[in-house]
């Protein structure tokens, strides 16, 4: 069971990590987010988005291999995820590419919810 735990705060992590490409090149915030990267202040704001998704993605890297980090990245992540969640669904006029973003939160979430279930049933 912990090497399923693993493998899916390796993946959830990596999905995390992806929008980093948009701190290299804000370009990618059009392809991501369906929205370009108009002005100096939303290139900034986009740039360091990128950044701490990046950091809850190697948390939860870590946390694949290092059990004793698990309830913090996945805490991490989950009011990441949330937050980003509760500002879509909120919202009206939201592009497709944000409304996907949220889904594949929406199955991050549950597949953190199950990595948390194994953690602490196999304790």
Do not use: C, W
Request: hydrophobic share 60%; net charge positive.
């Amino acid at each position: 069971m912990d090497k399923i735990a693993s493998v899916i705060l390796a993946i959830v992590g990596i999905l995390n990590l992806l929008p980093v490409a948009v701190f290299f090149d804000p370009t990618k915030t059009l392809r991501f987010y369906g929205v370009p990267a108009q002005g100096t202040d939303l290139t900034i704001l986009m740039r360091h988005r990128s950044v701490l998704l990046a950091l809850v993605g190697i948390a939860l890297i870590v946390a694949a291999f290092k059990p004793e980090y698990r309830v913090f990245a996945i805490s991490l992540a989950l009011i990441s995820k949330v937050a980003f969640i509760y500002l879509t669904f909120s919202a009206v006029g939201y592009n497709p590419e944000i409304r996907q973003v949220a889904l594949i939160d929406v199955g991050a979430i549950v597949l953190l919810l199950a990595v948390l279930g194994i953690h602490f049933y196999t304790k």
